[in-house]
Every structure is written in structure tokens, then in C-alpha cells.
């Protein structure tokens, strides 16, 4: 399946325009919270917890997310502690962490994992935003395939005779509309986390 499409139900069973714009819509809403998702691991010169959010641990013969098996603080901008709810687990934890691609070097003393965030070297800061705008291109394109089946759906619509030509284009003309308004939301998503990314504490 190409990224952006959905095992909604097939354009076929669309029965007029609005059903198509509604169906949109929501895979673009999928899309947009897919990328805020994808964001909140991007790692920033300060700390949280959400850097976390994609890395898993070896626990109990399955794979889990850190929050499930530790307690994360933040007692100040430039630390992470993590409270393993059981320090059997410790190892497991800084391991994950290590061989996650942050580039974060956790240390623990006993009873808790101290996680330093150090400050993005400015070449990192670069390479980090080249990452950021391809994550945003790849949404684009996701954004642009549920245009492109939401206006297949539409054709359909008027081929099978469901609706008047005046509706097939108007449909175009709103589709566009909304990908323009959701492709307005990802560029504005991405300058934020970029000037997060950039800014020098």
C-alpha cells in the first residue's frame, strides 16, 4: 500500500460528494497528526519526555514503550531521570536508549537513569532540519494521494451518474481547497519545530 492511502472503504461506495470530502478529511487529519507524532521524537536542545515516545524496550518477552515500564521526569531543561518500576530493567532501558539514534548517553547510579540532553552542535541542528523537511515533503505526498483518490472518487461519482457535473467540478474545486488548507497546517507545524530546532539555549 503507498503511504497515504487507506483501507477505508473503495471509492465505489461513495455516494455523493460530501461522503468523498468527509473521507478526505479525515485521512488528512490522520496525516497531520502522523507528522506532530513524528515530531515530538525530533530532539531539540531541551529536554522531554517525548523524545522517547518511539524507542522500545526489551521487557517481560515483549517489545515496550519506555512509559510503560519507567517513570520519566524532567527536573531541568537539559536532564531526563527515568525510574524503572523494576531496576532489573535499568540495563534494558539505557541499552535502547543507546542504540536509539538520538545520540544521548545514559548513565545510572542504582535507582534511576540520568539522561543528559546535550546541546545541539550546529552542525547537528543542520542535519536535523533536513530531516524535519523531508518528514514534511513525505506528508505532503501523503496529503496529495488522498487528493488524488478523493477526485478518482468524485469521477466515479459522475460517471456512475450519482451526481451533476456542476457537483463534479465543485467537488475538485473543495478537495483542492482542503489539501491546500492541510498542506497551510504541515509547513506551518514544520517552521515551528525548526526554529525549536535551531534556537540556541
Known amino acids: 500500500m503507498k503511504p497515504g492511502q487507506q483501507t477505508s472503504a473503495p471509492s465505489g461506495q461513495f455516494q455523493n460528494v460530501k461522503e468523498v470530502e468527509a473521507s478526505a478529511k479525515a485521512k488528512m487529519e490522520k496525516v497531520i497528526a502522523g507528522l506532530q507524532h513524528e515530531m515530538t521524537s525530533m530532539r531539540t536542545g531541551r529536554a522531554s519526555v517525548n523524545l522517547f515516545d518511539g524507542i522500545t524496550v526489551e521487557a517481560y518477552g515483549s517489545q515496550m514503550p519506555i512509559n510503560h515500564v519507567a517513570t520519566l521526569h524532567v527536573p531541568e531543561p537539559t536532564l531526563i531521570t527515568i525510574q524503572p518500576y523494576d531496576v532489573s530493567q535499568m540495563g534494558l532501558i539505557e541499552k535502547a536508549i543507546r542504540s536509539s539514534d538520538l545520540g544521548l548517553n545514559p548513565s545510572n547510579d542504582g535507582k534511576q537513569i540520568r539522561v543528559p540532553i546535550p546541546t545541539l552542535t550546529e552542525e547537528r541542528r543542520k542535519d536535523m532540519v533536513k530531516h524535519l523537511h523531508h518528514v514534511a515533503e513525505e506528508h505532503r505526498v501523503r496529503l496529495r494521494n488522498v487528493r488524488r483518490d478523493s477526485n478518482e472518487a468524485i469521477k466515479k461519482l459522475v460517471k456512475d451518474k450519482l451526481i451533476s457535473e456542476d457537483e463534479d467540478r465543485r467537488g475538485h474545486e473543495e478537495t483542492q ?22 534556537e540556541v539555549k
Open 177 to 198: 481547497k482542503l489539501t491546500d488548507a492541510y498542506i497551510a497546517k504541515i509547513d506551518q507545524l514544520s517552521k515551528g519545530k525548526e526554529k525549536d530546532i535551531l
